[in-house]
């Protein structure tokens, strides 16, 4: 794949979404669905929704950090509380999975507190059966982006896609036995964080995120309408 050249950025996660639909169009057919990583894959995951006229929800994962430098992720955990972790940088860091106890602990809680605020009692949707589609706004190194695809893998889809704008090659490469597709519209070779490749890479609130994605269970509401109204309001 070639390379996005760095005076072409997207405009934002929205264009990315756009841009990441037509890609993902042919690979989805059996009663298919969106999952997106909050916060930053739900504006791509809500265009790629609403173009292609499939529901949206969120698949919830928080990054488990070094105790001290929680920046530096040697694991994640996804929002059926497995946690992924990643044994050669704890080798290499000379910790445990032990040592992470709090950590995990205290990133249970967020998690909590976020699937609360995001689906407000709604039931997680089942993915069983289905062509399910994962989407981040990149993948970096793909610790949480592993973590969300075993978590659905283990709901038995009928296919299970990951789905980005960026990502680093060697992140895809390892995170290809994960998933039964991976489409990126890009895989740079100076690839270096996510963010340098959007012209725009507001940080979204949690509120942005539950607009998105739309109160289906209260308001008798599409996901895809949802985004397209949370789109007109914004952009």
């Excluded at 934002?12 to 298919?32: K, N």
């Excluded at 929680?70 to 955990?77: Q, T």
């Excluded at 890009?186 to 963010?195: E, L, M, W, Y």
Aim: charged share 30%; with cysteine.
């Amino acid at each position: 794949m070639n390379p996005l050249p760095v005076s072409l950025p997207f405009t934002d996660r929205a264009e990315a979404g756009r841009r990441l639909a037509e890609r993902v169009r042919p690979h989805v057919a059996e009663d298919p669905l969106v999952l997106a990583l909050p916060r930053g894959g739900v504006p791509v995951g809500a265009e790629l929704s609403r173009l292609l006229r499939i529901p949206l929800d969120v698949v919830v994962v928080r990054k488990i950090g070094v105790p001290g430098h929680a920046e530096l992720g040697v694991g994640a955990m996804a929002e059926d509380g497995h946690v992924c972790y990643d044994d050669r940088a704890l080798a290499r860091l000379r910790l445990t999975r032990a040592d992470l106890a709090a950590t995990v602990e205290a990133e249970r809680a967020e998690l909590a507190r976020r699937l609360q605020t995001y689906r407000r009692g709604r039931a997680a949707p089942d993915p069983r059966g289905r062509d399910v589609v994962v989407v981040d706004d990149g993948v970096a190194t793909g610790g949480t982006a592993r973590a969300a695809l075993r978590m659905v893998r283990r709901q038995h889809p009928r296919r299970l896609l990951l789905a980005v704008p960026v990502a680093a090659e060697a992140a895809l490469d390892a995170l290809a036995p994960d998933a039964d597709r991976v489409v990126a519209l890009t895989v740079p070779d100076n690839f270096r964080a996510v963010g340098e490749w959007y012209r725009d890479f507001e940080q979204l609130s949690d509120d942005q995120v539950t607009a998105l994605i739309g109160d289906r269970g209260a308001a008798g509401q599409d996901a895809g309408e949802a985004a397209a109204q949370w789109f007109d309001r914004h952009l």
